[in-house]
C-alpha cells in the first residue's frame, strides 16, 4: 500500500503518510505493551516528523523514538 494524504497533529499541515515498518510497529509494541494492535498505523513522511496514529483516529498514536526520525533529503 502507497501512501495518503493525512493531517498530521505535529507539523499543523496535510502530508503524506505510509503505513509503520516492522521494526517501527515493534517500537510501538515496546512502547504500548504487546496487546496494542500495529495494522492499521499510519506514519507521517515529512522530514523530521515521528507521528504516527491510526487512520482517522488521531487520539490513538504517538511518536516513534528519535531513531526512527527521517531527516529531509536536500533539495537540489
Known amino acids: 500500500m502507497g501512501t495518503r494524504k493525512l493531517a ?23 512502547d504500548k505493551g504487546s496487546g496494542y494492535r500495529v495494522d492499521n498505523l499510519w506514519r507521517c513522511t515529512a522530514g523530521g516528523c515521528l507521528s504516527y ?10 511518536r516513534l523514538p528519535e531513531k526512527f526520525r527521517e531527516e529531509k533529503a536536500a533539495e537540489d
Open 8 to 30: 498530521c497533529p505535529t507539523c499543523g499541515t496535510m502530508e503524506d503518510f505510509r503505513l509503520l515498518t516492522e521494526a517501527e510497529k515493534t517500537a510501538v509494541r515496546e
Open 53 to 62: 496514529y491510526r487512520h482517522l483516529n488521531k487520539s490513538d498514536g504517538g
